[in-house]
C-alpha cells in the first residue's frame, strides 16, 4: 500500500543503484575465468540490477504526490480573508489603521467607523491595546473635527494628557472657542470644581431621585442587583427628600453633595421638623416620620442608616472643595460654550471616587442628550468602575442628537459583575460598532456569533492497498 513516509530520493537512489548494477554486469563478461563463472557473474548482477530497478519503480508509484505535513501548521494562510484598505471618512468617522495578512503578504488597511454615534464597544484584557489603538484615535480625531468632549481617564491623567495636548493643537477648528476643563480629587492644584446638583440643572424631583440613585448604587454596588427591596428603596427615596429639600431651599443656594452629606447627620428631631417644610417631599418622607412618632426606632435606623453610613464615606475636605464650587457646567455641548472635561479616577480609591464620578456622569447625560446642540464624544475608559443607571437608554437614543458614545470594558463578565446580568446583556447587544482585543469565555463566544463566515478549504486522504483518495471540501 502507499505510504505517506516514503520520498522520491529513496526511489530514485534504488533506480539509479539498479541501474548502474545493471550496465557493470558488462565486465563480468570479460573477467579472466571460466564461462560456466562469466556466466553465474552476469547473470547474478543483471537479476540484482533489474530488481533494484523494479523495487525502485514500486517505490515512486507508491509515493502520495499530495502534502499531507502542510508547512502552514495553524491554518494562517486558510483563515485569511481581503479586508478594507481605503480610508472612508466624513467629519464625524474614526478611522484607525490596520495590517492585515493575505496571500503570504502582510497588507495595509483602514478599520473605518463610519457612524460612532451608533456607539463603540472596545473589548480586551489587560496589556490588549485598547487605550493605545483605539481610545487614543477616538479622542485625537474627534477634536480635530470639532468635538465636544467628555472623557472618563480611570488611570489619571494617561488620557488627559492626549486631550489637553490635542486640544491646544487644534483650538483654532472650534467655531466657537472651546474651554478644558480637569475634575480630580487627589491633586487640588490641577482640578476645577464642579457642583453637579447644580439647580439649574436640577428641573424636578425625578433629577432628584435619579441623582440619588446614581450615588447610591454607586457606592454599594451589591444594591443594583436587589433594586426594589424595601431597605434599598428607601435610602434612596430618604436621600432624594434630603437634596430636594435643598434644591427648594432659598433656590438651591446650598444645594451641593456636600451640605446634602452634612444635613443627613442631624438628629431627628432637627432633620424631620425641616424636611416637613417642603410640601412636595411629603409622601418621601412621611413612613420615616411615622416610624419616628410611632418610636419604632429599629425599623427607622434600618431605612436611614444605610444611606447615612454610605453618604459619610465621602465626606472629605478635598471631595467637598471639588463638589461645592462651580467653575464651569456639565453641558459641554452648549453652542455657546463648548467644554472638554477629564474625569480622573484613581484605581486605589475607585469606590469613593467612583460613586462621584458617577453622579458627575449621569448630570452630564442628561444635559448633553438633548436636540439642537454641538456633537459631542463621551469617552469612558474601564466604563464598569463607575455605575450609570440607565446607559443602555442612552446608546439607544443618542445618535439622533449626535452623542458618539465609546465604551472601553476588560471582558463581559466584568460588565455583568458591576451592572448586573439585565443590563449587561442590553448594553452588549445595542450597540453598533465592536472592537475587540484578546477576549475568552463567554465573550469570545458572543464574539464569535457576531461575525461573518467564510468558506475554507479542507482536504482529507484515504488509503487502503489498491487506491489512494483525496476528497476536498
Not at 539509479?16 to 571460466?34: D, H, K, N, Q, R
Not at 460588565?415 to 443590563?423: A, F, V
Not at 477576549?439 to 463566544?445: P, R
Request: proline fraction near 3%; hydrophobic fraction near 40%; charged fraction near 25%.
Amino acid at each position: 500500500k502507499k505510504d505517506e513516509k516514503l520520498n522520491h530520493r529513496t526511489a530514485s537512489a534504488y533506480i539509479l543503484m539498479g541501474l548502474l548494477v545493471y550496465f557493470i554486469s558488462y565486465f563480468g563478461l570479460v573477467l579472466t575465468a571460466p564461462v560456466t563463472v562469466k556466466a553465474a557473474v552476469y547473470i547474478g548482477l543483471t537479476s540484482v540490477g533489474f530488481l533494484l530497478f523494479l523495487s525502485g519503480g514500486v517505490l515512486l508509484s507508491r509515493i502520495i504526490k499530495k502534502k499531507l505535513n502542510s508547512k502552514d501548521i495553524f491554518n494562517k494562510e486558510n483563515e485569511t480573508f481581503p479586508q478594507v484598505e481605503r480610508l472612508l471618512e466624513n467629519e464625524y468617522s474614526v478611522n484607525l489603521p490596520a495590517e492585515f495578512y493575505l496571500k503570504a503578504k502582510l497588507r495595509k488597511s483602514w478599520i473605518n467607523i463610519i457612524n460612532p454615534f451608533r456607539s463603540l464597544l472596545v473589548c480586551g484584557s489587560p496589556g490588549a491595546g485598547k487605550s493605545w489603538f483605539v481610545i487614543r484615535h477616538v479622542i485625537t480625531q474627534h477634536i480635530r473635527k470639532g468635538f465636544s468632549m467628555f472623557v472618563y481617564d480611570f488611570k489619571f491623567d494617561d488620557l488627559s494628557i492626549i486631550v489637553y495636548n490635542t486640544w491646544l493643537k487644534n483650538r483654532h477648528r472650534y467655531e466657537v472657542p472651546a474651554e478644558f476643563y480637569v475634575i480630580n480629587f487627589d491633586d487640588l492644584s490641577r482640578t476645577h470644581r464642579c457642583n453637579p446638583l447644580d439647580p439649574s440643572g436640577m428641573l424636578d424631583i425625578t433629577d432628584a431621585a435619579e441623582s440619588a440613585r446614581t450615588i447610591l448604587m454607586g457606592l454599594n454596588r451589591e444594591w443594583i442587583r436587589r433594586q426594589g427591596d424595601f431597605f434599598v428603596e428607601s435610602p434612596i427615596n430618604f436621600l432624594t427628600a434630603v437634596i430636594w429639600f435643598l434644591r427648594r431651599y432659598r433656590d438651591g443656594e446650598f444645594c451641593t453633595l456636600p451640605h446634602v452629606i452634612e444635613l443627613m447627620q442631624a438628629d431627628y428631631d432637627s432633620l424631620f421638623t425641616l424636611l416637613r417644610t417642603e410640601k412636595e417631599i411629603d409622601v418621601l418622607i412621611n413612613p420615616f416620620v411615622n416610624a419616628y412618632l410611632n418610636d419604632v426606632m429599629e425599623q427607622l435606623e434600618g431605612q436611614i442608616a444605610a444611606a447615612k453610613v454610605a453618604m459619610a464615606r465621602l465626606s472629605s475636605p478635598q471631595l467637598y472643595y471639588v463638589l461645592s464650587g462651580n467653575d464651569f457646567t456639565l453641558d459641554i455641548n452648549d453652542p455657546e460654550k463648548p467644554k472638554l472635561v477629564c474625569m480622573g479616577n484613581n484605581p486605589q480609591k475607585i469606590q469613593i471616587y467612583g460613586a462621584v464620578l458617577s453622579l458627575y456622569v449621569n448630570r452630564l447625560i442628561k444635559l448633553v442628550n438633548k436636540k439642537g446642540k454641538l456633537k459631542s464624544s463621551l469617552v469612558f475608559d474601564e466604563f464598569p468602575t463607575i455605575y450609570l443607571n440607565n446607559m443602555d437608554s442612552l446608546v439607544a437614543t443618542a445618535r439622533s442628537n449626535k452623542v458618539a458614545t465609546c465604551l472601553g470594558i476588560q471582558d463581559f463578565s466584568q460588565l455583568r459583575k458591576d451592572y448586573g446580568r439585565e443590563q449587561a446583556d442590553v448594553i452588549m447587544n445595542i450597540v453598533g460598532n465592536i472592537i475587540s482585543g484578546q477576549v475568552m469565555g463567554d465573550t469570545a463566544k458572543q464574539l464569535s456569533e457576531r461575525f461573518g463566515r467564510i468558506m475554507q478549504d479542507r482536504e482529507s486522504l484515504s488509503i487502503n492497498r489498491q487506491d489512494t483518495s483525496i476528497s476536498r471540501s
